[in-house]
């Protein structure tokens, strides 16, 4: 019988292509906007946008190799034994992120929420998010996201 | 603004790349044995491998392309809102299953479930599981995987 020693054997996963990336951010990947009661803004909110993939720590690998991949974020503890790769900068979110994903579509309907992320990043961008009425349309945009994000 | 309408115009999936589907079943696939008494079988037992892939109904044209791509298998509903794409005929899992994950190895920890997937159906296919004690070589297998699957 083959040695059960060698199923644990595990290579890196080195680097990884851009469709791999695609089909495990299909599954687990993450779009993500909070917004928050903030007094020192103008709006009176602060809107945090990010880009997320959860795993288990079993699997922290992949994790690093995402952030390896997309050349920025960070690797940290969710909660319990899960661990998340996250993206938060608004700078690398438009720079790498969402250039990434436009070049290679989401095949899932997560693209829906993608699209709509992106959108909020565009009114962020044009500091809409900074008055009032910028918050209520990245509210609206919010209210009709699909975020079943693990959290 | 863009039209919103727009947003939920979603490109069928078409046909999928083979590192894209690495990455799905990476995230979202599942490899399981299921042992059930059987008083038919000399063994007592009839075991059940499958492969599978879970999702929510609204990505269900996702199940199909992989239906199409693996060339077998069948889609069905899972529990309330989610459906599975699910092979479970021995000779798919030998011929169309088992050797894609061989050319193109998943780059999660769920390559370790794959591997004493494919040993369990390497002693199928020498008819051990007809017999008591390979029956116990399964279970004794399936007692290190990791089952994290959605069912």
Redesign the interface.
Known sequence: M?N?QR??V??H?GR?????????????GCFFVGIDPHSEMTSGFQVLPEFTVV??Q??VQ?LH?LKQFFGCGVVRRNHGERLAYRVRSLDHLNEKIVPFFEKH?L???K??DF??FR?ILQLMTKEEHLKRDGIEKIRAILK?M?T?CER
């Open positions: 083959e059960p199923l644990y595990q290579p996963p990884l292509e851009a469709q791999w990336v695609v089909g495990f951010v299909d599954g687990e795993q288990h079993r699997d992949l190799a579509p095949k899932s309907k693209r829906v699209l709509k959108k009709t699909n079943g």
